[in-house]
């Protein structure tokens, strides 16, 4: 009679905390027992001494979002879903993005509608607020907090998105009174739109100016500000997408005044720089993305927080455009000017081979750190845990086999997003999920997809945990 429906045999099981050897028994999706020679299942995996770890979790990544401009983002929530079970991972959060005069409840209600049957690993939603009026303030966010969306995003930048800081301050004192997560993109708008009115007089406008528009000191500014909002509302607050040294020192300075500041980056900002936007034709647009990929030194301050404990999240930040479509980069034509181009890049699947890669296999960060930053902290982080994000009984076995000795040419080819290209082509990386498993079933084997649209499930988010930061 079998005991298990699964028992994952001969694992080196890594979490956030340790690393040991183990089989997992799974039953009804759950993991029930940890230990050695445990009894039968229904159906046995051998781990083969690889690395068994938490699936992972992408909480910065665009499916299906509504844009302006008539620009669409490669990715459903089939494709984005599909794509990130195959990169190893298990759980996604995009973003449910209320529009300006729309009501965020609609906008939650519209985005359940778009992922309806598609997803195949689970998801939640953060909310975009853009338009803090006082009953959403007053009643809705409350409401849909206590529904399960507890984090929401909010944009210094972009003119249909961003808010004042008066507005700022008023999103924060709400999620301090509600115990919710407000995400911060931090640049300085204003400073943006004179440097790009001045690049634009001087005839610099192929993509890589994108970059010189938005300097370090833009992020630097935007990332102060923010933090003295959250200083004078006592919130914590999560600075998504950190790409700059400056920003880097910044949130350095807060905590050495004891301040809770928590943040994220991304791998485009450990391992691009501008010179991938500083290419001969509109080759450069691929690149683009707020904010930019800097320079070597930034990209060396990035690694350094994210081996000190600066960063408690690596995200994706997966905002996907087509390059050769004129729905996506080419939507004004090949000689578009940089501030007409559509921002975002493609990463929910290379997320988690590029940071074991270039952490792990190259030594810069040990197992258990890499776990915390791809999944635990970020479970933590959005009330999740310890659903999602821990191999522990009680937990969903949510879970990735890694074969550390694998290496993998990265090609648009291989991958499973529906974008048309990569910014990693021809990367190579060292360490690779074999085998992905949601709730306890195989979704992805040997590089093919065994889920069926519309097997993930919905996950409503409790208040954050803290995280060390
Ligand atoms: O360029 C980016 N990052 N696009 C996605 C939207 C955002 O601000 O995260
Ligand atoms: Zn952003
Ligand atoms: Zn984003």
Known sequence: ????????????????????????????????????????????????????????????????????????????????????????TTTVVPFACQLQGQSVRAAVEDYHRRAADKPVIDYAFHLIVSDPTEHVLRDELPALIR????????????????????????????????????????????????????????????PFFHAVSRPLAVEREGTHRAITMSEIVDVPILLVHVSGADAVEQIRWARGRGLHILAETCPQYLVLTSDHLDQPGFEGAKYVCSPPPRDAASQQAVWN?????????????????????????????????????????????????????????????????????????????????????????????????????????????????NCDYTPYEGMRVRGWPEVVISRGEVVVEEGKLLAQPGRGQFLRCDRPRPVPA
């Open 1 to 88: 009679m079998a005991e298990f429906d699964m028992v994952i045999r001969n694992a080196v099981v890594g979490t956030a905390a340790d690393i040991f050897h183990a089989d997992i028994g799974i039953s009804d999706g759950v993991i029930t027992a940890l230990g050695r020679r445990l009894g039968p299942a229904r159906r046995d995996l051998d781990a083969g001494g690889r690395y068994v770890l938490p699936g992972g979790i992408d909480t910065h990544c665009h499916f299906d979002q509504p844009m302006r401009d008539t620009v669409t983002l490669a990715d459903d929530f089939l494709s984005g879903t599909v794509s990130a079970a195959h990169g190893g």
């Open 147 to 206: 529904e399960g969306y507890s984090s929401f995003k909010i944009y210094m930048t972009y003119e249909t998105l961003k808010l004042d800081d008066r507005q700022i301050i008023s999103v924060l004192a709400l999620a301090r009174r509600e115990g919710a997560l407000v995400m911060v993109h931090a640049e300085n708008s204003d400073c943006i739109a004179w440097l790009t009115a001045e690049l634009e007089k001087a005839g610099k406008t192929r």
């Open 305 to 417: 927080g994210l081996t000190s404990g600066v960063f408690q999240v690596v995200s994706s930040d997966h905002a996907a455009f087509r390059f050769d479509d004129p729905r996506g980069k080419k939507r004004h034509g090949i000689d578009a000017p940089f501030a007409k181009l559509p921002n975002g890049l493609p990463g929910v699947e290379t997320r988690l081979p590029l940071l074991f890669s270039e952490g792990v296999s190259k030594g810069r960060i040990d197992l258990p750190t890499f776990v915390a930053l791809a999944a635990t902290n970020a479970a933590k982080l959005y009330g999740l845990y310890p659903r999602k994000g821990t191999i522990a009984v009680g937990s969903d076995a949510d879970l990735a086999i890694w074969n550390k000795d694998r290496e993998v040419v990265i090609t648009n080819e291989i991958l499973h997003h």
